[in-house]
């Protein structure tokens, strides 16, 4: 996959001494299990998972709190307006100094 290499390694269960390999998978930054052995944790898994969590406790919260998001939005705006407030203060500020520039 793009030139990269993929390595296999091979190793030795210490409890029952089995063999098993499994080798680099370069395409989803991740190794597949070839022979000799079953897969335990799947980290993708677990990013997965969080993320749904994470992503259903902010639905509930936004559900169950319609005044904060009402009051969030507030803040957004005037924060919208002093934005577009110093915007104005600096492009008049550099219409007079480009005026004053130009006369000296």
């Not at 098993?20 to 980290?43: I, L, V």
Request: charged residues 40%.
């Amino acid at each position: 996959y793009l030139g990269i290499k993929v390595y296999r390694f091979y190793g030795r269960c210490r409890h029952c001494w089995a063999e098993f390999t499994f080798k680099t998978d370069p395409k989803n930054s991740d190794y597949t299990m070839e022979s000799g052995g079953k897969r335990t944790y799947e980290a993708w898994k677990d990013a997965d998972m969080m993320e749904a969590q994470l992503k259903a406790e902010k639905e509930k919260e936004a559900e169950q709190d319609q005044m904060k998001a009402l009051e969030q939005k507030s803040v957004d705006v005037q924060a919208e307006m002093q934005r577009l407030e110093d915007l104005d203060a600096i492009r008049t500020m550099n219409r007079r100094l480009g005026a004053r520039d130009q006369t000296i």
